[in-house]
């Protein structure tokens, strides 16, 4: 499986560098990159795996009870992710998502809940928007 993942982003990344050539000709480092070390890593740890040192055989088990709970409310509450962040944009949308993952995931009381995804709100703008000056999504409030 991880070699099957380490050829697909190695091709992606091959494809990738077929257009930072055409598009932006003499730079070292670009869309491409990441990709490709992501897929070498995997070839090489898939490869490792199958030839070197084989995993321990393990039972897996279902999750029930409270951590299939938290992972379902998990999943629902990033699909929702999905279908606000157009109406809400970005800032709005990622602090009632990171508040419904602190407390669907974490477990965490409302107030903390509030505060962290607050908090985390914030630091992602201020990483993406601020430092990175990446266009977020505005939504319909322009926020």
Known sequence: MLVL??????????????????MVAG???????FPFIVGAAL??????ILFVA????VKVARPSGEPRMRMILGAGVLAA?????PYLGYTGSTALVSTGLFRAM???RWPQALLLGGATTGLLYL???VWLLQPLPTGLLGL
């Open 5 to 22: 993942l380490g050829i697909l982003s190695l091709w992606e990344g091959w494809r990738l560098h077929a257009l930072r050539t055409q």
């Open 27 to 33: 730079a070292v480092v670009g869309d491409d990159t």
């Open 43 to 48: 070839v090489l740890l898939g490869a490792s």
């Open 54 to 57: 084989k995993p321990p055989r």
């Open 81 to 85: 992710y999905w279908v606000i962040v």
């Open 106 to 108: 974490g477990g965490y």
């Open 127 to 129: 990483l993406f928007r």
